[in-house]
């Protein structure tokens, strides 16, 4: 039996924390993944995880060879393309995240440029608001919009989302629209919390470097982008949004920019991966492709590249 196969799929029960789930992802039935797991075990002479009714947990001796076996892989995949001078020869699986608006209106769009390209390349392409772990979920990148916390991983920067402040048209005619901090308090704020009752709705803005807000009266709180901009769509008060290109910002309907001198933050965006001696070059043209459209979406460059 393959040894290579034997660790491609301990690597992802170790992830999933789960035979079943880690079959799905690998296109294996649950018995196959139980005997390659049981395989490398009597291979190496070691207990790799804990089974339960309820769970799947990496041992000790398991966690160890789960941190050697992903530098392993990777630099498997290295060797496998290194001799290759044709970018489209490039294989594999390759799993990302991506907030869901950027995934709808950006990437997936786009993707039959990508895989044109690279048509050996098998994406997994996860959208949603919510923070994944990017070890534990073994995606191979993801991208982050706003600050990020301390982390082991690498944080390549794309460039700045600048932020605007909107209402729709219809909220504008039936309401108007405010022309000074004052004047905020006649208005509603579309609330953003991605845990419900834990943000009160606050009007944020920048003045010479310095972060400011302001507490508005709200009506709804949302706890993803589309729903937040569909709920401004509707009427339902102001947002403050990345500004993004034109042609992207058409698809947003008639939402118009209001208090300009009063812009939130700009968010930085960046693309995030393991550490790694050798990433895999998948990865590598994946993440130049998506910093190329990015920069067509609106993000505007920083001029940093990757930091740890």
């Known amino acids: 039996m393959n040894k290579l196969d034997l660790l491609k799929t301990f690597v992802r029960v170790a992830e999933l924390a789960s035979f079943t789930l880690a079959g799905d992802a690998l296109g294996l039935p649950r018995s196959t993944v139980s005997e390659h797991v049981r395989s ?18 990496v ?54 440029d990508f895989l ?8 997994e392409i996860s959208s949603t608001d919510r923070r994944v772990d990017l070890v534990r979920e073994g995606f191979d990148c993801v991208l982050r919009i706003g600050a990020l916390p301390d982390t082991p991983l690498v944080a390549r920067s794309v460039g700045l989302f600048r932020m605007i402040n909107c209402v729709s048209q219809g909220y504008a005619d039936r309401f108007g629209i405010p022309r000074n ?36 009266p709200c009506s709804v709180t949302v706890n993803n982008i589309e729903a937040y901009e569909a709920a401004c769509v509707g009427g339902l008060g ?12 058409q698809q947003r309907g008639d939402l ?7 812009r939130p933050t700009a968010m930085p965006v960046s693309l995030l991966y393991a550490h790694r001696r050798h990433l895999p070059q998948r990865c590598r043209v994946f993440m130049d492709w998506m910093e190329a459209l990015l920069a067509e979406y609106g993000v505007e460059p920083k001029g940093s590249r990757d930091r740890h």
């Open 181 to 216: 901090l004052e004047e905020l308090q006649q208005h509603r704020l579309v609330n953003y919390a991605p845990a419900f009752g834990a943000a009160d709705a606050l009007f944020e803005y920048c003045r010479e470097g310095k972060d400011f807000h302001v507490s508005m």
């Open 256 to 262: 118009i920019e209001i208090l300009p001198e009063y």
């Open 238 to 249: 102001i947002i403050q949004i990345p500004r993004l290109a034109a042609p992207y910002q």
């Open 59 to 112: 041992t000790p001796d398991g966690q160890a060879l789960y941190e050697r076996s992903k530098d392993l892989l990777g630099q498997m995949d290295e060797l496998e393309g290194l001799f290759r001078q044709d970018s489209s020869a490039l294989s594999g699986r390759l799993r990302v995240d991506m907030p869901t608006a950027i995934a709808r209106r950006l990437v997936l769009p786009r993707l039959g």
């Open 116 to 123: 044109e390209r690279h048509p050996l390349i098998e994406l």
């Open 40 to 57: 490398l075990e009597e291979l190496l002479g070691a207990r790799l995880l804990l089974r339960t009714t309820r769970k799947v947990q």
